[in-house]
């Protein structure tokens, strides 16, 4: 519990992406613990998705068949050779309310995956990918009362790095050529470093400070998943049951909740060559997250669904270009104030392949709407970059 | 074909991810509509008990590193003097370049720098600095073996200041006579200082320790070519100690009018001046466990009419720097920090006031915490900034004031341990 000063960067490499006192103490409130000041990074943060740009692109709709997607483990068996991915996803963010419009831009690398064939139809994945990212800076002013009526006017600001991150170890067999299945194991870890500066107007007898905490994060979950594929369907299942998850400051155990489960399907038509149009829908309980907050923390289980497509668009040379588009509906994992927030999104997207198909890029663009029923609005502008590498 | 395409899309990705790196996450407006409070609270302690020794220490700086020295009159209310030493002077002057023993003297004169009060406490009567001889085989720091050598038979010169013309360096003529007597035969020259005025007096000159001091100006021959000698002050005496005969160059003495010292009061400044050091007792719990954000040493101060009541000094709370090791207080209080250090703040304060007066000394408990006494001591200072230099005392309620709610505190507000963080 005892909060300390360091400059321990709280980031991993994929954290980002994803006497006799005679006078009795007068508490008063002093400053705030958890505030983002928007939307969507409410509670323990905002979920990216795990999605890969490609998937980003048609809505997350073909995300259950996305093999760059870490979320079915069945889809890894698509690969036939040893492949890297990673993919980077600034957001930029605008909130309105009575007071006013902000702006701001939070940069993401939220899949980082590798997979190998290992013989035998059986492909191996290891990925990590974002699960909550918390990443936000809050200023506020507030006039504190000491005793007495004596009052100072002061600045808090909370600043937080890092998130929740989900490092999946997966293993995929194709059977036959129209079943794949998967199973996967999950590292629930990351952490959030958390600063608080306190500086008061007036500085003759107040002295600023900084306090600094690091809140880690420790689960487990596991995964199954399959794929059934035809010439004109691809139909494809997911699920991850949630194990315990921890919270704990330093070397003290602060709560235990459990790690979010989580289901989804879709269905795809892919009757037109190198051409996949699809629907998916998932369900995550993220109130299981709930028992690792404070009393006011509400984790909403909530519905994520999409449909969009991935289609063939012009040639280039001798290379396919990919067009994308999409919608998605789902709604955030925590509420603001007490009430639900949904997202809705529209995106686009491209893609297509270089160096005789071992470079693979993708581009998506998307732009999400936020709400409740709040005086409030969030929109944003996410732009996703995805490359592969077949070494 | 293959590398050139692999440059080109690792290019626009390169330029991708360094865009993708630059942030702007702070944000605000939305609180508190979008910011779940959660309290966490400020606490604010008065501990009565922090003080747990106090003690005022009188005849500090020691004699002779006074940054001045002070030639004040208040009647009979206070008296002091200047005394400076010349020890060796000079036997040659400088004509054309080329040296000449001092066989005459044309004119010697004491070239004092008055560093000047503010207009409230400049004089508005004229004033007369007098200048004795005040060389003796006695013990000649001893105000009252000096005091009895300023008398008629030792004058060696004297003149009088309007008020007006007291401004940055007065020029006090002095017997040649004796002077050249002293050339002549390599002997040392020692002037004490009086001032006469018909009202109360505070002059201020620079010392040997602020390397402005009095000197000894001899004009050896009315030729223009031939340049002034300028003697500076330099004791020889005590022999071969030289960090004790070194400050003794120049330095005040008190022949009338010493500030008391009362056990229930702690005095700062005075003549002789005097600072105040004291220890505290904080809770571990909440030195090592908490964040300090304010730290008030609360003191009340009692009214001292005797001197310049409504003259205001700056009172220094500052650090103590000597270790535990030091056990002598009147040592400790030697070894300071610097005003200013640990953004310790002072206070202008006028001798004839009363009240709480509330010293802010945050940066210096901060430095406190995770530190064992033996390393980092739980003390401070309390230093007048004209010490030596104006005779106006601050006096304060000491920890055996009869009152209790006199006696001197310490204010504490902290941040507690929380759970900040958590949504």
């Known amino acids: ?391 | 074909m293959y590398k050139k395409q692999l440059g080109w899309v690792l290019a626009v990705g390169a330029t991708i991810v360094i865009a993708a790196c630059s942030e702007k996450t702070e944000a605000g407006q939305g609180c508190p509509l979008l910011c779940p409070q959660t309290a966490v609270t400020l606490a604010d302690t008065t501990i009565e008990a922090s003080v747990v020794s106090d003690t005022t220490v009188t005849g500090l700086p020691p004699i002779g590193n006074e940054t001045y020295t002070m030639l004040a009159s208040h009647g009979d209310t206070l008296d002091t003097r200047v005394i400076i030493r010349y020890d060796t002077i000079q036997q040659t002057y400088s004509k054309s370049n080329i040296d000449s023993t001092i066989v005459k003297i044309d004119t010697a004169q004491l070239v004092a720098p008055l560093v000047l009060a503010d207009s409230l406490r400049r004089p508005t009567v004229p004033v007369t600095i007098e200048a004795y001889n005040v060389d003796t085989t006695a013990t000649d720091t001893v105000s009252s073996i000096l005091a009895t050598l300023f008398r008629p038979n030792r004058l060696i010169g004297s003149k009088t200041f309007a008020p007006e013309s007291l401004k940055d360096t007065l020029r006090i003529p002095i017997s040649t006579d004796t002077v050249l007597d002293r050339v002549k035969n390599g002997t040392r020259l020692r002037v004490g200082l009086r001032v006469v005025s018909a009202k109360s007096v505070d002059l201020r000159f620079g010392s040997s320790q602020s390397a402005t001091p009095i000197t000894l100006r001899i004009k050896a021959s009315l030729d223009t070519a031939a340049t002034a000698v300028s003697v500076s002050p330099l004791s020889q005496t005590p022999k071969d100690q030289s960090f004790l005969s070194g400050p003794l160059a120049d330095y005040t003495i008190v022949v009338k009018g010493s500030s008391g010292n009362v056990p229930t009061i702690l005095g700062v400044g005075g003549v002789p001046s005097r600072r105040v050091f004291m220890r505290f007792n904080v809770p571990s719990k909440i030195i090592d466990s908490t964040t300090v954000v304010r730290a008030s040493l609360l003191l009340t101060q009692v009214p001292n009419r005797r001197l310049s009541p409504k003259e205001s000094v700056f009172v220094y709370p500052l650090a103590v720097l000597a270790g535990p090791a030091v056990t002598d207080v009147a040592s400790s209080l030697q070894f300071l920090g610097a005003t200013g250090q640990f953004g310790l703040d002072s206070l202008s304060l006028a001798p004839g006031d009363s009240g709480v007066r509330s010293f802010e000394i945050v940066g210096l408990v901060r430095t406190w915490k995770g530190q064992p006494t033996t390393v980092s001591p739980r003390t401070i200072a309390l230093r007048s900034g004209a010490e030596g230099s104006l005779p106006a005392e601050i006096d304060f309620f000491s920890t055996r004031a009869a009152l209790a709610a006199v006696r001197p505190r310490l204010r504490i507000t902290f941040v507690p341990q929380t759970s900040y963080g958590i949504p």
Request: charged share 15%.
């Open chain 1, 1 to 391: 519990m005892m909060t300390r000063r360091t400059n321990r960067r709280a980031r991993g490499w994929a954290t980002r992406s994803r006497m006799l006192v005679v006078v009795p103490a007068l508490a008063v409130p002093a400053f705030i613990a958890g505030a983002q000041s928007n939307l969507s990074s409410q509670g323990f943060g905002f979920p990216a998705g795990q999605f890969s740009t490609r998937a980003h692109g048609t809505g997350g709709a073909i995300a259950e068949m996305d093999p760059f997607s870490p979320v079915n483990p069945a889809t890894i068996g698509a690969f036939n050779s040893r492949i890297l991915f990673f993919q980077m996803e600034p957001e930029y963010r605008s909130v309105s309310t009575a007071t006013g419009t902000e702006r701001t831009t939070t940069a993401r690398y939220p899949v980082v995956f590798g997979a190998m064939p290992v013989g035998n139809n059986v492909v191996m994945s290891l990925s990590a990918s974002s699960l909550l990212d918390r990443t936000s800076t809050t200023s506020f002013n507030t006039t504190q009362i000491i005793n007495g009526g004596q009052s100072v006017p002061m600045t808090t600001t909370f600043r937080i790095n890092g998130g929740i991150e989900d490092v999946r170890l997966a293993a995929a067999w194709t059977p036959q050529p129209w079943l794949r299945v998967g199973a996967g194991l999950h590292g629930i870890t990351g952490n959030n470093l958390v600063t608080v500066t306190q500086s008061f107007a007036d500085s003759t007898q107040f002295a600023a400070f900084t306090q600094q905490r690091v809140l880690g994060y420790h689960g487990t979950a596991g995964s199954l998943g399959v794929q059934l594929l035809t010439s004109q369907v691809v139909a494809s299942a997911s699920g991850r049951l949630g194990g315990s998850l921890r919270l704990s400051s330093e070397d003290t155990l602060l709560a235990t909740a459990n790690v979010p489960s989580q289901f989804g399907a879709s269905i795809a038509y892919v009757g037109i060559a190198n051409t996949a149009i699809s629907v998916r829908t998932s369900h995550e309980n993220w109130s299981a997250l709930g028992g690792l907050g404070t009393q006011g923390l509400v984790g909403v289980d909530a519905w994520d669904t999409s449909v969009g497509g991935d289609f063939a668009g012009p040639k280039i040379g001798d290379r396919i270009v990919y067009l994308r588009t999409g919608y998605r509906h789902r709604t955030l994992p925590f509420q603001a104030s007490t009430h639900t927030v949904t997202e809705n999104s529209f995106s686009a997207g491209t893609g297509t392949s270089f160096a005789n198909g071992r470079v693979l890029t993708d581009l998506a663009l998307i732009r999400a709407s936020r709400s409740a029923d709040l005086p409030a609005t969030e929109h944003a502008w996410t732009l996703s970059f995805g490359i592969s590498v077949r070494p």
